[in-house]
T-cell receptor, first 116, second 110 residues
Framework: EAEVAQSPRYKITEKSQAVAFWCDPI?????LYWYRQILGQGPELLVQ????????DSQLPKDRFSAERLKGVDSTLKIQPAELGDSAMYLC??????????????FGPGTRLLVL | KQEVTQIPAALSVPEGENLVLNCSFT??????LQWFRQDPGKGLTSLLL?????REQTSGRLNASLDKSSGRSTLYIAASQPGDSATYLC?????????FGTGTSLTVIP
């Protein structure tokens, strides 16, 4: 069964350093999502891509976070500089598309980030 | 802004019991609602997705219902098993944003 791949699975960094996370969605999935999940809370949507275009990044802290999906396939989420409050699980999900019957989201295993 | 609430936050039941998890949302203008399970330290697994025009969806021992006008969804689990122990999250899709609840942590005791 096809899965969403994410790497690394775990990342420890010091504050003010740069970190990057990678996501490879299920083949053929046009829509890709990045979420942040703080321990004990539900995921919060950071950015949504439709192919290579950003559909929604209203919750992305743009002063330090950036996301790209240059060829409309895999995606990278970057934080620079990292802050203590960025410690969380970063989840990537994909779906076939926004159309009716295509919206089921499939999640990767996540990247757990710890900022010291 | 849409707010999604899940009650109870935690639930412990003996194996074999039928149970209901609740999800409520403040704005009934939704596109669909999806239920997920999350095992500790892992990603989310999709269980059921209900379109705004549907009343319920079933998959095996799971049944999810949606009452959009009252802003409520329930996830019914029949004949619970220890393997059902996980956190269950609901997510509301408004068409341009996704809002998750904080989840219900379920423990099924053998």
């Amino acid at each position: 069964e096809a899965e969403v791949a994410q790497s690394p699975r775990y990342k420890i960094t010091e504050k003010s350093q740069a970190v990057a996370f990678w996501c490879d969605p299920i083949s053929g999935h046009a829509t890709l999502y990045w979420y942040r999940q703080i321990l004990g809370q539900g995921p919060e949507l950071l950015v949504q891509f439709q192919d290579e275009s950003v559909v929604d990044d209203s919750q992305l802290p743009k002063d330090r976070f950036s996301a790209e999906r240059l060829k409309g396939v895999d995606s990278t989420l970057k934080i620079q500089p990292a802050e203590l409050g960025d410690s969380a699980m970063y989840l990537c999900a994909s779906s076939l598309g926004p159309g009716l019957g295509q919206e089921t989201q499939y999640f990767g295993p996540g990247t757990r980030l710890l900022v010291l | 802004k849409q707010e999604v609430t899940q009650i109870p936050a935690a639930l412990s039941v003996p194996e074999g019991e039928n149970l209901v998890l609740n999800c409520s949302f403040t704005d009934s203008a939704i596109y669909n609602l999806q239920w997920f399970r999350q095992d500790p330290g892992k990603g989310l697994t999709s269980l059921l997705l209900i379109q705004s025009s549907q009343r319920e969806q079933t998959s095996g021992r799971l049944n999810a219902s949606l009452d959009k006008s009252s802003g409520r969804s329930t996830l019914y689990i029949a004949a619970s098993q220890p393997g059902d122990s996980a956190t269950y999250l609901c997510a509301v899709n408004t068409g341009n944003q996704f809002y998750f609840g904080t989840g219900t942590s379920l423990t099924v005791i053998p």
